[in-house]
């Protein structure tokens, strides 16, 4: 019975009730099951984004209140994503497992290797629009929700539209005086 409940009283023995349940004993106690009782059975664990900060120590997102816009400057192309999991079902040892998955669209070709680390780095993002993703699952191997958190990082200023239309007007302009 994986996360039953059961796991508090450390079990090491189980015997057969005639009426149909189970016995377990264990180091800290007696519990009495019935049939076909499954426990408790926690919501597998949402992922949330906790804070988004820049390799300067800008905060881009602080975890609450209203999403912000995520326009990053120019100058602002390494993040540091850092998540978690609201999950409090422990193990029989009394742990929390849970493990993460990440996703950078626009950057990753896929999702990330499960892991029990809960952050991770981005550095030299070229300009465009992101979203990060980032999905829990617990020891049971149930995946909650993905969080995702999108972004927008500014082109610098010589690589602009308007740059461009400039560039073309002085080749235009070099082109004419040299015909001229």
């Not at 377990?24 to 499954?38: D, Q, S, V, Y």
């Not at 499960?114 to 990060?132: K, M, Q, T």
Request: aromatic letters at 12%.
């Amino acid at each position: 019975l994986p996360r039953s409940g059961l796991e508090s009283i450390r079990p090491t023995a189980v015997g057969d009730d005639p009426a149909g349940g189970a016995w377990w004993i264990g180091h800290l106690g007696i519990a009495a099951t019935e049939k076909g009782w499954r426990g408790p059975t926690a919501a597998p664990p949402d992922a949330l984004v906790r804070h988004v900060v820049t390799d300067k120590g800008g905060v881009i997102w602080g975890g609450a209140g209203k999403t912000p816009d995520g326009t990053l400057g120019p100058d602002e192309d390494s993040l540091r994503f850092s998540f978690a999991a609201p999950f409090f079902q422990t193990d029989g040892d009394g742990r929390v497992n849970v493990t993460y998955r990440t996703r950078l669209d626009g950057i990753d070709s896929g999702w990330s290797a499960w892991g029990d680390g809960a952050r991770r780095d981005y550095s030299n993002l070229p300009p465009g629009e992101f979203r990060f993703r980032v999905q829990a699952r617990d020891e049971a191997g149930r995946a909650g929700q993905e969080a995702m958190f999108a972004f927008t990082r500014l082109a610098p200023w010589w690589r602009t539209p308007w740059a461009w239309c400039g560039y073309a007007l002085l080749g235009a302009a070099g082109i004419g005086g040299i015909v001229h």
